[in-house]
């Protein structure tokens, strides 16, 4: 599986040569409300996903998704019937994705499945960023994840939409973690998604021409005959998924459990008065870094107590580690929670992580790594008695003893230099503060510490299969090599 994941990343990676200096860059958005907010701290995958379907159903105008990846999986499947049964009694429908996601996933919402949501259903598709002749300029991807309901709730976090983000992937599923908003801050929130919306790189994408008088004029020769099956095979799936063709078994099981789900008690609603949201959009100039990223690096610099970080991957950019280091050296406490090799689901990432983590450990920093296995008292998973892998993938951290963010940024170069990122910042509000790192604290149940040398080996080789090991290894040096662009 890892093989699926990392390759296509590598790839695009090693080809890619570092950015020039003034290319399309970000700009910030940046807002604070002082007021009252529902807010729920979503940590179960299939709860999230019962979530976002009960916040559709609620939809009377209008709904905005925002996501890096949408697979055509059963997840998929459900949110799309969803959206189509509000799009039937009028609601306008706008769905963004990031184009470079059909990179590196098995089964990507393809242009057949858009097109047909557009003609039948007026369900808005669009891409972002789909000129990948251009490699400088296809290195900056929409990363934002998020689901707006009538500018009045949303839902941002980690997840994107996937089987593997809520749960139910039978092999390899993510801890993550999403927050629920409902207040006066959901209208400054709509103002970027229709900035994103909007932006000149966001476009429909045709769905792919028949290639016979296109790419090839004889069907019966070879190469034009593998073309036209390879198209008629990618219409036929669109169209199984768009019918749930596929809804047996286990699948089947599921979604008979999500008919009977009851929400009620399944997260437990918090409040924060100063809640701020922070975004990077499209903007013309020199690229200056993250809006995102530049206030999480603030905000961990001025902590003079502790700092909880949940990434699924650490990576310090090179010229940002030894003041990183020289703040460890001060005698904070700061506490990580990543993803070990056996855990993770990029690669090249983890071998550059593994490379500075001695170094990061010395400064004082304090490691716990994801073991691969299901937390104690992780709530609703009807995957807990099927025998798969699970991995961090949550982008949360708690500063000092008032403030906390949820985002959908990773502690690394990418989100801080590359990605357009979005965050909400709880401020002056020990109890959301306290909730969210209840929550970080509780899947420490499924992590490991490493202090030494020996630990950090270890920690590498067990429970990995040799050949993740060889890779993970000849990734060593590219990952240093091309650090600036993981």
Same mark, same amino acid.
């Given at each position: 599986m890892f093989f699926r994941k990392f390759l296509p990343i590598f790839l695009f990676v090693f080809f890619s040569a570092p950015l020039p200096a003034k290319v399309e860059s970000r700009e910030s958005f940046h807002t604070t409300t002082i007021a009252e907010h529902r807010i729920e701290i979503l940590e179960s995958g299939f709860y999230s996903l019962l979530k976002r379907l009960r916040m559709i159903q609620r939809a009377k105008k209008r709904i905005d998704m925002e996501y890096y990846i949408f697979q055509s999986d059963?997840?998929?499947?459900?949110?799309?019937?969803?959206?189509?049964?509000?799009?039937?009694?009028?609601?306008? @429908?706008?769905?963004?994705? %990031?184009?470079?996601?059909?990179?590196?996933?098995?089964? !990507?919402? +393809? #242009?057949?499945?858009?097109?047909?949501?557009?003609?039948?259903?007026?369900?808005?598709?669009?891409?972002?960023n789909t000129n990948i002749a251009n490699l400088h300029e296809y290195q900056r991807r929409n990363h934002r994840k998020l689901i707006s309901i009538d500018e009045s709730e949303i839902m941002i976090g980690g997840r994107n939409i996937g089987d593997d983000y809520f749960d139910i992937d039978p092999s390899y599923n993510y801890?993550?973690?999403?927050?629920?908003?409902?207040?006066?801050?959901?209208?400054? @929130?709509?103002?970027?998604? %229709?900035?994103?919306?909007?932006?000149?790189?966001?476009? !429909?994408? +045709? #769905?792919?021409?028949?290639?016979?008088?296109?790419?090839?004029?004889?069907?019966?020769?070879?190469?034009?005959?593998?073309?036209?099956?390879?198209?008629?095979?990618?219409?036929?799936?669109?169209?199984?998924?768009?019918r749930g063709e596929f809804l047996t078994g286990k699948r089947r099981i599921i979604v008979d459990a999500l008919k009977k789900l009851d929400d009620m008690g399944l997260s437990r609603g918090v409040a924060c008065n100063r809640l701020s949201f922070i975004s990077d959009i499209p903007g013309i100039g020199l690229a200056n870094g993250s809006t995102v990223g530049s206030e999480v690096l603030k905000r961990i610099y001025r902590s003079k107590d502790e700092v909880w970080i949940e990434s699924p991957y650490f990576i310090v950019k090179r010229q940002n580690q030894k003041k990183f280091k020289h703040w460890l050296a001060r005698g904070e406490k700061t506490y990580l929670l990543t993803n070990t090799l056996h855990s993770t689901d990029n690669l090249i990432a983890t071998a550059n992580f593994y490379s500075h983590l001695e170094g990061f450990i010395r400064s004082g920093l304090k490691v716990s790594l994801f073991d691969g296995s299901l937390p104690d008292g992780y709530p609703l998973s009807v995957?807990?008695?099927?025998?798969?892998?699970?991995?961090?993938?949550?982008?949360?951290?708690?500063?000092?003893?008032?403030?906390?963010?949820?985002?959908?940024?990773?502690?690394?170069?990418?989100?801080?230099?590359?990605?357009?990122?979005?965050?909400?910042f709880c401020d002056d509000s020990p109890g959301f503060r306290n909730a969210l790192l209840e929550k970080m604290k509780s899947r420490l149940s499924s992590t490991y510490s490493v202090t030494t040398t020996q630990q950090i080996r270890n920690s590498y080789r067990k429970d990995t299969s040799l050949l993740k090991i060889l890779a993970f290894h000849f990734l060593r040096f590219p990952s240093l090599l091309f650090e600036h662009l993981l």
């Open positions: 059963l997840s998929g499947y459900l949110v799309l019937q969803a959206l189509i049964e509000k799009a039937r009694h009028g609601v306008r @429908v706008r769905i963004l994705l %990031d184009d470079a996601s059909k990179l590196f996933i098995r089964n !990507p919402l +393809s #242009p057949f499945t858009a097109n047909y949501l557009k003609n039948h259903h007026g369900i808005e598709v669009k891409y972002y801890l993550d973690r999403d927050i629920w908003v409902k207040g006066p801050i959901v209208k400054d @929130v709509a103002k970027t998604i %229709d900035i994103m919306w909007n932006a000149p790189q966001s476009k !429909p994408i +045709s #769905p792919p021409s028949h290639p016979l008088g296109v790419f090839c004029d004889d069907e019966n020769e070879p190469f034009c005959h593998r073309l036209v099956q390879e198209w008629k095979k990618g219409k036929m799936d669109s169209a199984r998924f768009i995957t807990q008695q099927w025998n798969g892998r699970w991995g961090g993938h949550a982008k949360s951290i708690v500063f000092d003893d008032d403030s906390a963010m949820i985002g959908t940024n990773n502690f690394d170069p990418r989100s801080v230099d590359l990605n357009f990122e979005m965050a909400v």
